[in-house]
């Protein structure tokens, strides 16, 4: 995976209608000082520079840009706007400037630059395609996956006398051009493409009197788009450009738009991010719209690609300046031609994956070839999981992942007590913790997780290890009437990113449950994975990547069964003793407290979840403590609750040992037996 930050400028102005004074603080200050413009790999400016395109005004955002670069140690991509077309000849007593020179000063702002030690990117050969003098502004940039490329969408400007400005558009030459670039290239690459003027229409307030047109619109026709759009988006899809950078339009904007490429069912989605002005003044800005530019975090590689953009707003109060948090926006699109077939899901957080899961599966049940992927592997509890039509609390999920992988739980809190269902090894197939931690022939460090992570620490370096948890002994033996296990294995994906190794985990599902067992299964590979990082032998601890989930089948159910340890199952010898004295002795809460364990209990038991021993515990203690000292109607009710707990276990037993509708039989009677002494509690 490739990670790339982009600290994205537009419609800087410098000249008469400058923000900046010249003798005050300049723009630089609240960009540097930003928290959040940090390990910038490149710096773009979409144009508009200058308010006129004097050399004066090339000279002083050259040396802005230079500082900038400079400060931040990144490369730069500019490419030039309407503003940067000089239009002086268009007033009274100037000279008359030739169409092919009115980005001249432009061009020279480039050189200045290259000769302050700026790298501004290269120039692509075009020396096979007639490209004008102002077509040939065409500059790229580049690292490892990703390749971002600049248009002048302005070297159409000023071609005709009674017009300064439109229509813009880009040549069939420059296309001819672009295309010689990207010949031969990776297709899995992150492409960015950076020009100064719009792809769509905005959603703007009225800026003058209505030009030709429908009167009542209230608006102006906004014959600044680019005119021939259609013609760039098509070539973006067929091209593998995934992102858009403009300015121009004064107004932050982002978009996510698909485009079909003319083959059977395939399409392309491309990311648009438009920049507010970082330097004009208030009179030029719509609506007080404040100063503003993007921090673009941009994440490409084979499974897709990801936009998540930081609006960064320039605050000024009492003569000083700084960067504030304006608002954010996510889009992502696929790193090569996206195929229906495929079902994929991506989020910064689980919590925003999840989110967007919940919302694709609303009136689905079941979807093929599932595909998710959170970038922080650290665990957010989504608020959109589910169990049985309700919000799922984040300590259900910590419960259902407590029974799923005992050898992940910090059993401090319990006492360091683990309880197990007798017989489940063989019977059961949520057997997670079991398959991936089980020594072999009790030598140390030899389970298959062990046997993982050391994979990924030998002389040879691998960078990928596997550990699969299908048994065929027992997943694929005769008479044995359970499904084979829904995760089937778990890769381990060593990675680098900025010069330090960055480990990520891949889990491969036959069956995932999506309302609630995909969030326990997030929980379990976070933990997962900060166990691998931390024991993985390694000259340096590897920074934590991103879980992906593969699945070939993925439903969304409104009564997942649950797995889940209930509180009887998780409480103290100790506490259960103390909890039944008091209620022993006639103590109302001490009473209601046990009563709503067992009702827990009962509802969180299961054919998957059959435990036995919180309630064989609470039967063996309380009839110990019972035999003495209860007469009449609370002997009697302490023995019917002894009495139905210890029918409650024998079902469970025979559930364990059971097939199919036999198991499900006793599981239910088990259900019966504890409501009962739970209601006897009463």
């Not at 719009?198 to 009225?206: A, D, K, M, Q, T």
Request: glycine share 8%; hydrophobic share 45%; proline share 4%.
């Amino acid at each position: 995976m490739t990670e790339l930050r982009v600290l994205h400028l537009s419609d800087l102005h410098f000249g008469a209608r400058h923000f900046f004074p010249a003798d005050g603080e300049s723009l630089l200050q609240p960009i540097i000082d930003d928290p959040f413009v940090r390990d910038i790999g490149l710096v773009v400016v979409s144009g508009d520079l200058t308010w006129s395109a004097t050399q004066e005004e090339f000279g002083a955002c050259a040396d802005f840009v230079a500082d900038l670069s400079k400060e931040l140690q990144a490369r730069v991509l500019v490419v030039p706007g309407n503003h940067d077309v000089d239009f002086a000849d268009r007033f009274a007593g100037a000279r008359s400037i030739p169409f092919e020179a009115r980005q001249n000063s432009f061009r020279s702002f480039l050189t200045q630059l290259r000769k302050m030690g700026i790298d501004v990117g290269r120039t692509p050969r075009t020396r096979e395609v007639p490209l004008s003098r102002r077509e040939s502004l065409l500059m790229y940039q580049q690292g490892a996956g990703w390749l971002a490329v600049g248009v002048n969408t302005a070297a159409t400007l000023g071609r005709s006398e009674d017009s300064v400005e439109y229509p813009v558009a880009l040549s069939s030459a420059v296309f001819a051009a672009l295309d010689n670039l990207i010949l031969g290239r990776s297709t899995n690459e992150a492409r960015i493409l950076v020009c100064h003027h719009h792809l769509f229409p905005f959603v703007e307030p009225r800026w003058g009197p209505t030009a030709g047109g429908d009167s009542e619109l209230g608006m102006k026709p906004d014959a600044s788009l680019l005119a021939n759009s259609g013609q760039l988006q098509a070539w973006l899809a067929a091209n593998g450009f995934s992102l858009v950078l403009h300015g121009h339009k004064h107004v932050t904007h982002g978009r996510l738009d698909r485009v079909w490429t003319g083959r059977e069912d395939e399409s392309r989605e491309v990311v648009v991010v438009g920049a507010g002005s970082a330097g004009v003044d208030s009179t030029r800005r719509p609506d007080s719209e404040p100063l503003a530019y993007n921090v673009i975090d941009i994440y490409a590689g084979n499974s897709g690609f990801r936009v998540k953009t930081n609006v960064r707003k320039i605050d000024y109060q009492q003569g000083r300046t700084r960067s504030v948090d304006g608002f954010r926006f996510t889009a992502s699109a696929p790193s090569e031609t996206s195929l229906r077939s495929i079902n994929y899901f991506h989020g910064e957080t689980s919590s925003d994956c999840h989110s967007a899961v919940a919302e694709a599966m609303s009136g689905v049940q079941l979807i093929r070839n599932f595909v998710s992927v959170f970038e922080q592997s650290t665990y957010v509890h989504p608020q959109s999981l589910t169990w049985r039509g309700e919000p799922a609390a984040p300590s259900l999920v910590e419960s259902a992942f407590a029974a799923l992988e005992p050898h992940l739980v910090d059993t401090s809190s319990t006492a360091g007590r683990r309880r197990t269902a007798r017989g489940r090894d063989l019977n059961f197939q949520l057997q997670h913790s079991s398959r991936l931690f089980r020594s072999h022939l009790g030598l140390p460090r030899s389970s298959p997780f062990d046997v993982a992570v050391q994979a990924l620490t030998t002389s040879q370096g691998a960078r990928r290890s596997f550990v699969g948890l299908f048994r065929t002994e027992i997943d694929a033996a005769p008479f044995v009437e359970a499904p084979p296990p829904g995760l089937v294995g778990v890769q381990f994906v060593l990675d680098e990113r900025n010069g330090r190794r960055v480990l990520h985990l891949v889990a491969v599902f036959r069956h995932l449950e999506l309302s609630f067992w995909w969030g326990v299964n997030a929980l379990e590979m976070s933990r997962l994975l900060q166990r691998a990082a931390h024991e993985a032998q390694l000259d340096q601890p590897p920074l934590l990547g991103s879980i992906t989930f593969f699945a070939s089948m993925a439903g969304w159910e409104d009564d997942p069964g649950l797995v889940a340890k209930a509180d009887i199952d998780v409480l103290s010898t100790e506490d259960l003793t103390s909890y039944l004295a008091r209620a022993l002795a006639g103590n109302l809460e001490a009473l209601a407290l046990l009563r709503k364990m067992l009702i827990q209990k009962a509802g969180f038991t299961n054919a998957a979840n059959v435990e036995t021993a919180g309630l064989d515990d609470f039967r063996a203690v309380a009839a110990g403590m019972a035999g003495a000292g209860l007469a009449g109607r609370s002997k009697r009710m302490w023995e019917a609750v002894i009495a139905e707990l210890a029918l409650a276990v024998v079902a469970l037993d025979a559930a364990v040992v059971g097939p199919g509708m036999a198991r499900a039989d006793s599981v239910e009677r088990a259900v019966g037996h504890i409501n009962t002494a739970a209601l006897s509690l009463g």
